[in-house]
């Protein structure tokens, strides 16, 4: 999945993301999950940096955790990685939360967010 729809991020702020993936487990099944997102990043005042999360936008964060998406003033086509393994049965989601790093946060934008997408590679096991 895609969006082109620019998110901005002020004020030392966090967001989820739009972009939610969603896959089933089946009963008696675990998966591995890779998640990939691909985006244009901006820093006006700092940068931004993202983590992807499973089951709720504050649900368990996928390894490596957080990651810095710029870190220089203009746009940047970076990737956000994250893995995941022994997921139980059910229907779960992947989510992206994105915070500002500008130190210290501004009332400015710190951020943004242009063209994005989220692919899942889901192993059933």
């Known amino acids: 999945m895609s969006s082109d729809t620019e998110l901005l991020i002020t004020n030392g702020a966090a967001i989820t993301d739009d972009l939610v ?3 089933t487990v089946p009963s008696g099944k675990t998966a591995n999950v890779i998640a990939t997102y691909n985006v244009v990043a901006g820093a006006v005042a700092g940068g931004c940096a993202g983590e992807l999360h499973i089951d709720s936008p504050n649900g ?3 390894n490596p955790g957080e990651f810095p998406l710029n870190g220089a ?3 940047n086509t970076t990737s ?3 893995f995941v393994s022994g997921i139980a049965p059910g229907t779960h989601s992947v989510y992206i939360r994105l915070r500002s790093i500008a130190d210290p946060p501004t009332s400015d934008i710190d951020c943004y967010i242009g ?3 989220l692919i899942l590679i ?4």
Not at 122 to 125: E, G, L, P
Request: hydrophobic fraction near 35%.
């Open 60 to 62: 368990t964060i996928l």
């Open 21 to 23: 993936s969603s896959f």
């Open 115 to 117: 063209k994005r997408s």
């Open 80 to 82: 956000l990685n994250g």
């Open 122 to 125: 889901v192993r059933i096991q």
């Open 73 to 75: 003033p203009g746009a």
